[in-house]
């Protein structure tokens, strides 16, 4: 069986540590327990091949930026010919903490304009995901600055240890399906 793991984000250096590039960390800690080689993916992003718990696994990082990344998803889970059901989308949720984890395997895109694109593109709203805390938003804080904000020194170390349950997370998905997944992470 084929599976699509996605991390939404923003491509360039300006974005790399920013809390809505908490998709492209996750995928990017997969990536590196996983072994994966990134490669360009029909100048929509970068994707890489690797199998996990007897499954083929393609990653990708889309580069459209954050409201268009369904445009990337759609087009690498078409030529796969990977279903919905079996795309894995991670994104940041800044109505969780910081570090916290929160699978779902069906719903509305929550606000999330990344998820958004990709419900529109796909189709459907049964697409799995992975929600990673980078919250709660100071009150003062506009919404925009703050997702694009880089983490403060204290989220950033409750980052890592999220980041390797997220990865583990992921490889229960694919090993004991969404449910046994949800079950122990959430």
Same mark, same amino acid.
């Given at each position: 069986?084929?599976?699509?793991?996605?991390?939404?984000?923003?491509?360039?250096?300006?974005?790399?540590?920013?809390?809505?590039?908490?998709?492209?960390?996750?995928?990017?800690?997969?990536?590196?327990?996983?072994?994966?080689?990134?490669?360009?993916?029909?100048?929509?992003?970068?994707?890489?091949?690797?199998?996990?718990?007897?499954?083929?696994?393609?990653?990708?990082?889309?580069?459209?930026?954050?409201?268009?990344?369904?445009?990337?998803?759609?087009?690498?889970?078409?030529?796969?010919?990977?279903?919905?059901?079996?795309? &894995?989308?991670? $994104?940041?949720?800044?109505?969780? %903490?910081?570090? @916290?984890?929160? *699978?779902? /395997?069906?719903? #509305? =895109?929550?606000?999330?304009?990344?998820?958004?694109?990709?419900?529109?593109?796909?189709?459907?709203?049964?697409?799995?995901?992975?929600?990673?805390?980078?919250?709660?938003?100071?009150?003062?804080?506009?919404?925009?600055?703050?997702? &694009?904000?880089? $983490?403060?020194?204290?989220?950033? %170390?409750?980052? @890592?240890?999220? *980041?390797? /349950?997220?990865? #583990? =997370?992921?490889?229960?998905?694919?090993?004991?399906?969404?449910?046994?997944?949800?079950?122990?992470?959430?």
């Amino acid at each position: 069986m084929q599976y699509l793991l996605v991390g939404l984000g923003n491509p360039g250096s300006e974005y790399a540590r920013t809390r809505h590039n908490a998709g492209f960390r996750v995928v990017d800690a997969a990536a590196q327990k996983w072994g994966a080689e990134w490669k360009p993916w029909q100048k929509l992003g970068e994707y890489s091949k690797v199998s996990v718990a007897g499954h083929e696994v393609f990653l990708l990082k889309p580069h459209t930026y954050m409201n268009l990344s369904g445009q990337a998803v759609s087009s690498l889970a078409r030529f796969y010919k990977i279903p919905p059901q079996n795309c &894995l989308i991670c $994104f940041d949720e800044v109505a969780l %903490e910081t570090g @916290t984890l929160r *699978l779902r /395997k069906n719903g #509305s =895109a929550g606000g999330q304009k990344g998820m958004k694109s990709v419900i529109e593109q796909l189709g459907t709203q049964d697409i799995p995901r992975l929600r990673l805390g980078i919250g709660p938003k100071p009150e003062k804080f506009d919404l925009v600055d703050f997702v &694009l904000g880089k $983490f403060s020194r204290e989220d950033e %170390e409750k980052l @890592t240890p999220a *980041l390797d /349950k997220a990865v #583990s =997370a992921i490889e229960m998905y694919l090993s004991d399906g969404l449910e046994k997944a949800m079950n122990t992470y959430n």
